[in-house]
């Protein structure tokens, strides 16, 4: 069965700060993928990671995938308050002998920046 | 920009009563998720349709769940008969099987 562990599950930064959010998985897979969450809404999808080595940014966020050591990170840069929210990791199992690809999530880190 | 829609955004409803949550996934995609979000808590996987029938379900899914692609674009997901527990935000999804999951808004399900 695929595990997904994030952490910290909780975050607390101050603006201007940077931090780094761990997401580890423990099957084979070359396909991670990192969403956004806030209070009451859906999950915005922020990247999607299909190889290894693969690295994105987006503004403030990085992610990278590390898919020998199941290893991706989430790296935020000067942190902003506009960025406290919840981000989840999720791994497909494409490559672990499902064929569905369905997700699995792990617990999520809820960021909060503090001003 | 496509996107996958669902309706209502927000269902309550007794413990006991049949609900039934709908999704339209986007158009050319092939594979169509239902997750599960308890408060507070991670997305849970339910259940993945393809080619017209399940594919695969979890644990969860069981006797009281079921799906239909009634159409070529509605994808539903029923509770025959709700539980406190089924309390929680359910997430269609749909891929075409190379990339990412597209997510829907959500539908809030309050069971009393």
């Known amino acids: 069965e695929l595990k997904v562990e994030q952490n910290p599950l909780f975050l607390s930064m101050q603006e201007g700060k940077n931090y780094t959010i761990y997401c580890n998985y423990s099957t084979t897979s070359d396909r991670l993928y990192w969403y956004r969450q806030d209070p009451g809404k859906s999950l915005e999808s922020l990247f999607v990671?299909?190889?290894?080595?693969a690295v994105k940014q987006e503004g403030r966020l990085m992610a990278s995938l590390d898919t020998k050591a199941r290893l991706s990170t989430l790296h935020i840069t000067a942190a902003v308050h506009d960025l406290s929210a919840t981000y989840f990791c999720?791994?497909?199992?494409?490559?672990?002998?499902?064929?569905?690809?369905?997700?699995?999530f792990g617990k999520g880190t809820l960021l909060t920046v503090n001003p | 920009e496509p996107e996958v829609t669902q309706t209502p955004s927000h269902q309550v409803t007794q413990m006991g009563q049949e609900v039934i949550l709908r999704c339209v996934p986007i158009?050319?995609?092939?594979?169509f998720y239902w997750y599960r979000q308890i408060l507070g808590q991670k997305v849970e996987f339910l259940v993945s349709f393809y080619n017209n029938e399940i594919s695969e379900k979890s644990e969860i899914f069981d006797d009281q769940f079921s799906v239909e692609r009634p159409d070529g674009s509605n994808f539903t997901l029923k509770i025959r008969s709700t539980k406190l527990e089924d309390s929680a935000m359910y997430f269609c999804a749909s891929n075409s099987g190379y990339n990412e999951q597209f997510f829907g808004p959500g539908t809030r399900l309050t069971v009393l």
């Open positions: 999720a791994v497909d199992d494409s490559l672990s002998g499902g064929s569905n690809y369905k997700l699995t």
């Open positions: 990671l299909l190889s290894n080595g």
């Open positions: 158009s050319n995609h092939l594979y």
